[in-house]
C-alpha cells in the first residue's frame, strides 16, 4: 500500500514562508498528478495546488496563486509546496494527494475525487 509522508508544516507569523514536503513510499505513488489540499478548522477541504507527473504545467486555486508554487522531484517521488507571503487565512490541515491517472484539465485536477492516496496531512498555522 502506498503511503505519502508530508512534513514542514509548523507556525509562522504573517508574510513568513514555509515550504512542504511529501513523498511516497513507491514510485507508483507518484505516476499521475501530486497536488495540495487545506482544510480549514470548521471548513470542507479545499484544493490549493497541482502539478503533473513531467511538471510541464501547474494549477493553483486563485487564494494562492503568486504566492505558493508547487513542484516535484520524481527521483525521490516527492512534491513540494513552497509557500511565502502567508496570511492567516492560510492556516489549515495541508494534505497531500496523488493520482492514478495524469490530469491536463484543471478541473479535474482541483477535485479531491481525481486522488487516490492520501497523507495524514502537516498543520500550518499562520499568527498574526
Known amino acids: 500500500q502506498v503511503q505519502l509522508a508530508e512534513s514542514g508544516g509548523g507556525l509562522v507569523q504573517v508574510g513568513d514562508s514555509l515550504r512542504l514536503s511529501c513523498t511516497a513510499s513507491?514510485?507508483?505513488?507518484?505516476?499521475?498528478?501530486m497536488a495540495w489540499f487545506r482544510q480549514a478548522p470548521g471548513k470542507e477541504r479545499e484544493f490549493v495546488a497541482s502539478?503533473?507527473?513531467?511538471?510541464?504545467?501547474?494549477y493553483y486555486a486563485d487564494s494562492v496563486k503568486d504566492r505558493f508554487t508547487i513542484s516535484r522531484d520524481n527521483a525521490r517521488n516527492t512534491v513540494f509546496l513552497q509557500m511565502n507571503s502567508l496570511k492567516p487565512e492560510d492556516t489549515a490541515v495541508y494534505y497531500c494527494?496523488?493520482?492514478?491517472?495524469?490530469?491536463?484539465?484543471?478541473?479535474?485536477?482541483?477535485?479531491?475525487?481525481?486522488?487516490?492516496?492520501w497523507g495524514q496531512g502537516t498543520q500550518v498555522t499562520v499568527s498574526s
Open positions: 502539478i503533473p507527473r513531467n511538471g510541464d504545467t501547474t
Open positions: 513507491e514510485r507508483s505513488g507518484s505516476r499521475g498528478n
Open positions: 494527494a496523488s493520482s492514478l491517472t495524469i490530469y491536463y484539465d484543471r478541473q479535474l485536477a482541483s477535485r479531491d475525487q481525481s486522488y487516490y492516496y
